[in-house]
């Protein structure tokens, strides 16, 4: 991988603007309140803001369904207001990207209404679905259309048609449309389940699943055409622009990873085998924890096998908290958050912070199915209960363990105050990690090393630059841990325990994350 480029040392900030800052008091974050914290995110130290979708939408789908690509959602504001943003982040040097959702469009698109061939239309089986496939939110993938007198595809939602990849006219139309933007001064795209877009020709009946229909997984994630697909959206556009690329891959291996982050295609790509971790037969709809065994053979996978092109991340506006999922919500809430940031930032990788990330925040809980807006998880709770699956009990707790919705919480400002002005809060932890990124070369470039820790609960790791050698060690447990000190490390680089004694006793504190230093030369 090419050394030195600025997509390759940079830190990412999401923001998902419904629930970022709200300028007007109506109860929906928008552009002027994001524009009022830039200050802010620019004093944490990231270089990239990555917004969640702000086109015009109905929301069903919290942006995620657009009717739009070329307007601001009057909700967030309006195409004065992004101007606004790009001139403001511009001139404090933090760059935009924006999602690109083109897998799909909302069911309310002028195209749907207009160009049929746009998206995929498929001949029904006597009076059934072309085959069996679930929509993600619920009830079949496919929906009988009369005016057509076919089928059409959603694979999340009926509501969310997918586009018909293989007309190469609607490709093109979205070409132009990357083209316009990065023309108005977005500086690239995170790309929202980009490894969907290429459909099989032949599409086969899936195994059924709980929720009573087929599974598409085993058939549709990098499809026949994807890296074409994703070359030529390289030459038509990209390539004209000095962008930042990630794709969102929905069921990516790590061979398909590296096709996706090949120069003719994107910089980096999102995985999701270590947030999947906790799943199982019912989804993630369960009571499982993340396994640190697990967690630490699937990160070290994709350090191994992918290295620099990893996008990494422990949250975003699909996940639940995560200091709720493998920290602590009680008196270790601030350590076991900066444990996780120490664990994370410390990979290959280029490190994608979530709103609220950088605060310790933790999940919502949800008492009534009435305080849930996220479809997935409205749609999980109804299906559950009424099949006797679940209580209702169970489903909410659930929800408020694995649900969306914890991630969509608005952040509380007044906290975030005080973390600024703390100079020991969890915010300006983050702040030093992202620091110690632009002046050790080693933590962006260096080699990685798991560490053996036998069964003790942590996660150790090594990594080697030119000029120094890192070594990382975090515990992952409630409980103070002993460990044999390597016997060349001396200089701690930065621990989240102000009263650490590991050095003198080899005792790790609860949640205690520390980086040891020395240089190379001296071995």
């Given at each position: 991988m090419q050394k030195d480029k600025w997509q390759r040392e940079s830190i990412v900030y999401q923001i998902y603007p419904k629930s970022f800052c709200d300028s007007n008091a109506d109860g929906i974050g928008d552009l002027r309140g994001l524009i009022s914290k830039l200050d802010y995110i620019k004093e944490l130290g990231v270089d990239v803001v990555w917004l969640s979708p702000i086109y015009a939408s109905p929301q069903f789908d919290n942006g995620y369904d657009i009717s739009d690509y070329e307007t601001i959602d009057p909700?967030?504001?309006?195409?004065?207001?992004?101007?606004?943003?790009?001139?403001?982040?511009?001139?404090?040097?933090?760059?935009?990207?924006?999602?690109?959702?083109?897998?799909?469009?909302?069911?309310?698109?002028?195209?749907?209404?207009?160009?049929?061939?746009?998206?995929?239309?498929?001949?029904?089986?006597?009076?059934?679905?072309?085959?069996?496939?679930?929509?993600?939110?619920?009830?079949?993938?496919?929906?009988?259309?009369?005016?057509?007198?076919?089928?059409?595809?959603?694979?999340?939602?009926?509501?969310?048609?997918?586009?018909?990849?293989?007309?190469?006219?609607?490709?093109?139309?979205?070409?132009?449309?990357?083209?316009?933007?990065?023309?108005?001064?977005?500086?690239?795209?995170?790309?929202?389940?980009?490894?969907?877009?290429?459909?099989?020709?032949?599409?086969?009946?899936?195994?059924?699943?709980?929720?009573?229909?087929?599974?598409?997984?085993?058939?549709?994630?990098?499809?026949?055409?994807?890296?074409?697909?994703?070359?030529?959206?390289?030459?038509?556009?990209?390539?004209?622009?000095?962008?930042?690329?990630?794709?969102?891959?929905?069921?990516?291996?790590?061979?398909?990873?590296?096709?996706?982050?090949?120069?003719?295609?994107?910089?980096?790509?999102?995985?999701?085998?270590?947030?999947?971790?906790?799943?199982?037969?019912?989804?993630?709809?369960?009571?499982?924890?993340?396994?640190?065994?697990?967690?630490?053979?699937?990160?070290?996978?994709?350090?191994?096998?992918?290295?620099?092109?990893?996008?990494?991340?422990?949250?975003?506006?699909?996940?639940?908290?995560?200091?709720?999922?493998?920290?602590?919500?009680?008196?270790?809430?601030?350590?076991?958050?900066?444990?996780?940031?120490?664990?994370?930032?410390?990979m290959q990788g280029t490190p994608f912070v979530y709103q609220g990330e950088e605060l310790g925040m933790i999940n919502a809980k949800f008492t009534s199915i009435d305080e849930v807006n996220d479809p997935e998880s409205i749609d999980a709770y109804y299906s559950h209960t009424?099949?006797?699956?679940?209580?209702?009990?169970?489903?909410?707790?659930?929800?408020?363990?694995?649900?969306?919705?914890?991630?969509?919480?608005?952040i509380p400002w007044n906290d975030a105050n005080r973390q600024f002005a703390d100079a020991d809060s969890v915010f300006h932890f983050y702040k030093n990690l992202i620091q110690l990124r632009r002046t050790h070369k080693s933590i962006i470039y260096g080699s990685y090393t798991l560490v053996d820790t036998g069964d003790l609960p942590l996660f150790a790791y090594v990594r080697q630059g030119e000029a120094e050698t890192l070594f990382i060690c975090c515990n992952f447990s409630r409980e103070s841990v002993t460990y044999t000190l390597p016997t060349d490390f001396r200089d701690i680089l930065i621990c989240n325990n102000t009263d650490s004694t590991f050095l003198k006793t080899g005792i790790l504190a609860p949640f205690e994350a520390i980086v040891l230093h020395r240089a190379t030369d001296s071995v």
């Open positions: 909700i967030y504001g309006t195409i004065d207001d992004f101007d606004a943003l790009i001139e403001q982040a511009h001139s404090r040097g933090l760059k935009i990207i924006m999602d690109l959702v083109v897998n799909h469009t909302s069911d309310r698109h002028p195209w749907f209404a207009s160009r049929h061939d746009f998206y995929i239309w498929r001949n029904g089986k006597g009076d059934a679905p072309p085959n069996n496939w679930g929509a993600l939110f619920g009830g079949s993938a496919w929906t009988y259309d009369e005016t057509v007198g076919k089928y059409y595809l959603g694979l999340f939602s009926k509501h969310q048609p997918d586009l018909n990849w293989e007309n190469s006219e609607m490709r093109h139309e979205i070409y132009a449309m990357m083209r316009r933007w990065l023309e108005r001064g977005v500086d690239g795209f995170r790309m929202d389940v980009i490894s969907l877009i290429s459909k099989p020709e032949t599409m086969p009946d899936g195994e059924i699943t709980t929720n009573g229909y087929g599974d598409w997984s085993a058939f549709v994630p990098n499809g026949p055409r994807v890296h074409e697909f994703l070359r030529e959206m390289r030459c038509e556009v990209l390539k004209d622009f000095d962008t930042f690329t990630v794709a969102e891959a929905a069921g990516v291996t790590l061979d398909e990873a590296k096709k996706y982050t090949s120069p003719e295609e994107l910089d980096m790509v999102f995985h999701f085998e270590h947030m999947d971790l906790d799943g199982g037969e019912t989804f993630k709809w369960t009571d499982r924890e993340i396994p640190l065994d697990g967690l630490k053979q699937v990160m070290t996978k994709w350090q191994l096998g992918l290295g620099v092109a990893n996008a990494l991340f422990f949250n975003n506006h699909d996940q639940p908290r995560m200091v709720s999922r493998l920290g602590d919500e009680g008196i270790y809430r601030e350590r076991s958050a900066k444990m996780l940031a120490v664990c994370l930032h410390f009424r099949s006797g699956m679940f209580t209702e009990e169970e489903m909410l707790r659930y929800i408020s363990m694995k649900g969306r919705d914890n991630a969509r919480t608005p």
